[in-house]
């Protein structure tokens, strides 16, 4: 079998990459050439220099913020699916309840966050409850689509045999499901990232640890531009990671279970 | 949709039927096996009264015009599920399975998937699974309309040395005169909607066919009645387009 | 057959996590030093109403020196963001004890929240209007009549500000709690805390002039530690031995102000050196005036507090009078 090579890879990473080079250079030029305050835009130099010397502080915010994301993350998918498969299995629950599962996508977390800390205590209990608030929803709408796409037809063999309900659950609308659940996991993760810096922003942290979303608003007030650039910055990768964390699971899992899609 | 549909069909009979498009045929086929109730009139399957209940008393298979696997199982899973839905146990079950697999000759897929067979393959797949739960009654719905001529000719002469084995009652329904005449006992031709039977005529043909009975004079003429009376009740020429 | 057993295992593993996961998510993390003074340690909770900054080194101090372990305390401080409810949080018991304006304390007990004052770290508030020197300007009021000008207008000592002097021909805008606007407008004046804004511009080359609110008459206790009376009757020797190590503490960081910093510069990585021995040295004589050093750090008198309810009285802050009497505990 042919292996491949870094050749092969070129071709697609190649781009990126030259258009990152390209970005950066024109970054640093534009703001030393014009002269622009340092705290408005600090310059790409500037940003990895405080990277770099708070590098400690920055990973044990990445990691705590990265704890209460996961962990609000973790939430969504059990509660979520379990919501969806409710919905799908009751009509009378769905229509009662959806607009309640419609409201936590549309509630504005930064009103609600310091109720959480109220209701669940502060640091990573609030974060991770406000990560769930934000990222529950597409669970649910993607679950529940997935459940209801059911091929017709199969819903007609399963009958002829007089499947159970709890047969046709397992073995017909989850394995149908599984691709759309995929797609609402995914979407999950990135939301989630933001709902636990929001969280962090106004829950505070716990003793000694404080999360990305705190070392934001702390950098913002003592005009630490460069160090707002750093943590935002690590707080996007942070997101990206977990989503390409669900989304390798979510093709292994399809390839494996040779699910459609 | 369906009007004064009256018949009775003999236990074992192999029955073919015809009509043209949107007549009911499928629909037909769909009260025969429970999947959907007539506003008025019953089915009765023998030898249970009253069978209404899909899959609850006369044991039926279905084979549906898609061969309709479950993506996600390999094709002995596929083939083991009816009888998993009704209770078997996963092992048994794929044990079970073994057999009518080998009888429509796929012995040797049995961890492949669906979406690595062929057309003809996963219909076959689909045969067996209808067969697995050893009906009495066998349902077919233009099974082998989606495929080539020469994979559909080998099927039909496939299914027919399988009903010789095991003499369950089959209900072929078809749009394809010659293959209905080369399968079928009896042929029921219907009208276009509302669909009535206009003809239900024993074929006078022997009981071993092989291939080369397309082109025999009997052959022909059984076909060309059959094509009569499609034409005078169902035609193109005579017909507002349905709605 | 591998997708059906998945399946169920998958299920089956989301009930027990999320059935599981339905209670408590995380423990709060015990106090860091191991016990080696004979005291049994008491748990408490003390909330932050912002981010750790030198406003509260006294705090910190007073953990990292043993001054609470000392008087048999387990102190957890819970560094706070942008929006703690710590009254809300101390009224509940979800915390012990936490820090607020002396005004919001006020306005909470008007509500019905029976906390109490237990000792005051700002003797005079640190609250501030910061302008550029370039200005030049004489008076606080002159602030309010041209420019721009960043408040939390929900706030008291915005009311009373507007109230004492002719808003006319500023502009008014909200308050972000950054700087980054002073430093692009020399028309800019904004809210400050003496002992934050002021040395961020400074830093980064401007020249700010701040006045203090304080001067122009209204100065209320800040950063006041608050507990519940329940806790106050319930246990009165914790209330008192608490109140006792926080004396102690900001007596140390008073004295010693380095190593805490240290400490804050670690909890806050946007704080440095420099920032840190600038506000400690700015918020020295706010802390330790005539009062503190005649009644002790954090000691409170019922005349402030009485001057400060008639005037949020008058700013409609409190619908009717407030006793004041039991707002605060000396211990």
């Not at chain 2, 002995?76 to 429509?104: F, I, K, Y």
């Not at chain 3, 101090?61 to 000392?70: D, H, L």
């Not at chain 3, 806790?231 to 006792?244: D, Y």
């Amino acid at each position: 079998m042919k292996h491949s090579t870094l050749r092969d890879f070129l071709p697609s990473i190649l781009p990126p990459a030259l258009t990152f080079v390209v970005v950066i250079a024109l970054w640093e030029g534009v703001v030393r050439a014009f002269s622009v305050p340092r705290f408005l835009v600090p310059p790409p130099s500037d940003v990895l220099l405080a990277a770099w010397s708070e590098r400690a502080a920055l990973f044990g915010a990445l990691l705590t913020t990265a704890q209460g994301a996961v962990l609000g993350f973790l939430l969504s998918a059990s509660v979520g699916t379990t919501v969806g498969l409710a919905f799908s299995l009751s009509r009378w629950l769905e229509r009662g309840l959806y607009p309640y599962a419609l409201f936590l996508q549309t509630v504005p977390i930064v009103a609600v966050a310091p109720l959480l800390v109220l209701w669940f205590g502060p640091g990573l209990r609030a974060v991770s409850v406000s990560a769930f608030i934000v990222s529950v929803f597409p669970i649910i709408a993607n679950t529940l689509a997935g459940l209801r796409s059911v091929d017709p037809r199969l819903s007609d063999l399963f009958r002829l045999y007089g499947a159970k309900l709890g047969d046709t659950v397992l073995k017909l609308r989850l394995p149908t499901a599984i691709p759309s659940m995929m797609t609402g996991l995914k979407v999950a993760s990135g939301l989630s990232v933001i709902g636990a810096i929001v969280g962090e922003f106004v829950a505070g942290f716990s003793e000694g640890s404080a999360g990305l979303g705190i070392t934001v608003l702390a950098a913002y007030r003592q005009l630490r531009t460069d160090l707002l650039f750093a943590a935002v910055l690590l707080a996007s990768l942070l997101g990206l990671l977990l989503f390409a964390l669900v989304s390798s699971s979510s093709t292994l899992l399809l390839r494996r279970l040779r699910a459609p899609g | 949709m369906l009007e004064d549909i009256d018949l009775v069909i003999e236990a074992g009979s192999f029955v073919a039927l015809l009509g043209p498009s949107g007549c009911g045929k499928s629909t037909l086929l769909r009260f025969i096996s429970g999947l959907d109730q007539p506003a008025s009139g019953s089915v009765v399957l023998s030898p249970e009264a009253n069978a209404q209940e899909p899959g609850t008393r006369t044991k039926l298979g279905f084979v549906f015009q898609d061969a309709q696997l479950l993506p996600w199982r390999s094709v002995l899973d596929n083939v083991a599920l009816p009888l998993e839905l009704q209770g078997m146990s996963r092992t048994e079950a794929r044990e079970r399975a073994r057999g009518p697999l080998a009888e429509v000759e796929l012995g040797d897929v049995h961890e492949r998937f669906p979406d690595q067979l062929s057309g003809g393959m996963r219909m076959r797949v689909s045969i067996a699974r209808a067969l697995v739960t050893e009906p009495s009654v066998l349902l077919l719905d233009e099974p082998f309309a989606a495929l080539d001529e020469l994979t559909r000719q080998r099927l039909d002469e496939r299914l027919r040395k399988l009903w010789q084995r095991r003499r369950m009652t089959v209900i072929f329904v078809t749009h394809a005169l010659a293959e209905a005449a080369f399968l079928a006992e009896r042929a029921l031709v219907m009208s276009r909607r509302p669909g009535r039977i206009v003809l239900d005529q024993r074929l006078q043909l022997p009981e071993e066919r092989n291939l080369d009975l397309r082109t025999d004079p009997d052959f022909v003429a059984q076909t060309a009645l059959l094509y009569g009376a499609l034409s005078r009740h169902g035609g193109l020429d005579d017909a507002p387009i349905d709605p | 057959m591998h997708l059906d057993r998945f399946l169920s295992t998958t299920l089956l593993a989301l009930a027990v996590c999320f059935s599981s996961g339905c209670g408590k998510k995380s423990q709060p993390k015990p106090s860091s030093e191991a016990d080696a003074g004979a005291l049994p340690q008491a748990k408490v909770v003390l909330a932050l109403d912002w981010v750790p900054e030198p406003e509260f080194g006294g705090f910190y101090a007073g953990r990292e020196q043993g001054a609470y372990k000392r008087h048999g305390i387990g102190i957890e401080i819970q560094g706070g963001g942008a929006g703690v409810p710590v009254l809300q949080m101390v009224a509940t018991g979800r915390a012990d004890f936490g820090t607020v304006g002396a005004d919001e304390l006020l306005t909470a007990r008007a509500r019905g929240a029976d906390l109490v004052a237990l000792f005051a770290v700002f003797q005079t508030s640190p609250q501030g209007i910061m302008v550029h020197a370039s200005r030049k300007l004489q008076k606080l009021e002159e602030a309010f009549h041209s420019g721009t000008i960043a408040l939390e207008t929900g706030k008291a000592y915005a009311a009373y500000l507007k109230k004492k002097f002719a808003w006319d021909g500023v502009k008014v805008v909200p308050y972000d709690g950054g700087v980054a606007h002073f430093l692009a407008d020399p028309n800019f004046a904004q809210q400050c805390y003496v002992t934050s804004e002021p040395i961020a511009a400074r830093q980064k080359g401007a020249d700010p002039a701040v006045f203090l609110i304080a001067d122009s008459g209204f100065n209320p206790y800040a950063t006041v530690v608050v507990t519940r009376r329940e806790l106050l009757q319930k246990n009165l020797e914790l209330v008192k031995a608490f109140v006792v190590a926080t004396r102690e503490g900001w007596r140390e960081y008073l004295d010693h102000p380095e190593p805490t910093n240290a400490l804050l510069g670690r909890l806050n990585s946007a704080l440095d050196a420099g920032t840190l021995s600038a506000a400690a040295d700015a918020q020295r004589p706010l802390i330790e005036n005539a009062d503190s050093k005649q009644h002790g750090l954090g000691s409170m008198q019922q005349a402030r507090w009485q001057t400060l309810a008639e005037q949020l009285l008058d700013l409609k802050f409190l619908d009717k009078p407030a006793s004041v009497a039991d707002s605060f505990q000396q211990l």
